[in-house]
């Protein structure tokens, strides 16, 4: 529930805090759930690993991307490309308890849904959602920066391979 909480925080006070610079209440709010996140407490428990952040890490080695307009650009394509009837549940769940969808809906179209609000709310704070928006016009790189973490991604919450980081480069852009 933290995790569900700090998103929540984030969805409700990002797009106060970039529209109203000034919003000292926004960016408290912002400021206060961050360490929580960053230092892990909300993944307590949890086994394994989320993949877009080292896909993400690849692109700011290579193009010096800032992490968080690269994390707006990957996870949605990475939730698209792992979407399978593996992963539904856990999908359909963030887009009840995050997204606030109607949990009687199926739930593929649950988790499709809440992966396209993820991107639209990513867009509505002015976040890149694409490679090109981040200035990235050349797909050289791609499978080398692939290449490199095909044997780090294996222990992820869904396993990946270098083909598979290569959709997500290619689906980024």
């Not at 086994?47 to 890490?57: D, G, L, N, Q």
């Amino acid at each position: 529930r933290l995790a569900e909480g700090a998103l929540l925080t984030c969805i409700q006070q990002g797009p106060v805090a970039v529209n109203e610079p000034e919003n000292y209440a926004a960016r408290a709010a912002i400021m206060y759930i961050s360490p929580w996140v960053i230092n892990g407490i909300t993944r307590a428990g949890k086994a394994c690993a989320w993949s877009c952040h080292p896909i993400e890490h690849e692109l700011s080695a290579y193009y010096d991307v800032c992490h968080g307009a690269g994390l707006a650009v990957v996870t949605p394509a990475w939730m698209r490309h792992i979407l399978s009837d593996k992963t539904v549940d856990k999908f359909a769940e963030y887009g009840v308890n995050v997204w606030r969808i109607d949990p009687d809906k199926d739930k593929f179209d649950i988790a499709n849904e809440a992966i396209d609000k993820t991107e639209a709310f990513f867009k509505s704070i002015g976040m890149p959602v694409t490679l090109r928006e981040l200035g990235i016009t050349e797909k050289d790189k791609f499978e080398e920066m692939a290449h490199n973490l095909k044997d780090s991604l294996g222990g992820a919450y869904v396993p990946m391979t270098d083909k598979d980081v290569l959709e997500i480069f290619e689906a980024c852009y």
